[in-house]
């Protein structure tokens, strides 16, 4: 059996002064410390033995993606089932106290916080997101991959594969920006799971 590594990466700091929840709209770029962020992964990732870059279609995740990419003089694949998750209040406010969640007409949606009610379930993004670590890690067998995706899905592909709850507070996932979930496999099975911030906290 080969071993091999597939990173599981959040995207970097968007620029979004308006605080809108873009979900999967699209044209939303990284802010300039999005992309320093995206800089020091690379750093990071650099003496890796990585044959393969891969990214959610969305502008952050390919723009968090290139100077990996380019570090490694890999080309960027894009692949879908990494996209960010569903949200109904996309492309609207929902900071606490102001926007789209002080409308009475809008809390059908957050009755069950088990279930994501508002948007996407959870068992639809584990399954998309494995199917996308899967097909990373037989692309990048005996070697690593780096797959660039949202903080939902990473969080809950991390719950799918370490055996945790979907349901969970949001305050406490291991999800920061630019951080990656490293997910070791011999052969099929895996063997090793490890959460790091090479661009800081």
């Given at each position: 059996?080969?071993t091999?590594?597939?990173?599981?990466?959040?995207?970097g700091e968007?620029?979004?002064?308006?605080?809108?929840?873009y979900?999967r709209?699209?044209?939303?770029?990284?802010?300039?410390r999005?992309r320093?962020?995206a800089?020091?992964v690379?750093d990071?990732?650099?003496?890796?033995?990585?044959?393969?870059?891969v990214?959610?279609?969305?502008l952050?995740?390919q723009?968090?993606a290139?100077?990996?990419?380019e570090?490694l003089g890999l080309?960027?694949e894009?692949?879908d089932?990494l996209?960010?998750?569903?949200n109904?209040?996309e492309?609207?406010?929902?900071s606490?106290?102001?926007g789209?969640?002080?409308?009475?007409?809008?809390?059908?949606y957050?009755?069950?916080?088990?279930?994501p009610s508002?948007?996407?379930?959870?068992?639809?993004?584990?399954?998309?997101?494995r199917s996308?670590?899967?097909r990373?890690?037989?692309?990048a067998?005996?070697h690593?991959a780096v797959c660039v995706?949202?903080q939902l899905?990473?969080?809950?592909?991390?719950?799918?594969?370490t055996?945790?709850?979907?349901?969970?507070?949001?305050?406490?996932?291991?999800?920061?920006?630019?951080s990656l979930?490293?997910?070791?496999?011999d052969?099929?099975?895996?063997?090793?799971?490890?959460y790091s911030?090479?661009?800081g906290?």
């Amino acid at each position: 059996m080969s071993t091999t590594t597939v990173h599981v990466m959040r995207h970097g700091e968007v620029y979004n002064p308006e605080g809108i929840l873009y979900g999967r709209l699209d044209g939303y770029h990284l802010s300039d410390r999005g992309r320093a962020q995206a800089e020091k992964v690379a750093d990071a990732l650099a003496g890796r033995d990585i044959v393969l870059v891969v990214a959610s279609p969305l502008l952050r995740a390919q723009e968090t993606a290139t100077p990996i990419a380019e570090r490694l003089g890999l080309p960027i694949e894009t692949d879908d089932d990494l996209i960010e998750s569903l949200n109904i209040f996309e492309g609207q406010r929902v900071s606490p106290g102001d926007g789209a969640l002080r409308d009475p007409r809008n809390w059908k949606y957050l009755w069950n916080p088990m279930k994501p009610s508002w948007g996407e379930p959870y068992v639809d993004i584990a399954a998309r997101m494995r199917s996308a670590v899967e097909r990373a890690r037989v692309k990048a067998e005996g070697h690593e991959a780096v797959c660039v995706s949202h903080q939902l899905p990473v969080e809950t592909l991390r719950r799918a594969m370490t055996g945790k709850r979907f349901a969970h507070d949001p305050r406490k996932r291991k999800c920061a920006l630019a951080s990656l979930n490293s997910f070791t496999f011999d052969g099929d099975r895996l063997v090793d799971w490890q959460y790091s911030e090479p661009a800081g906290s």
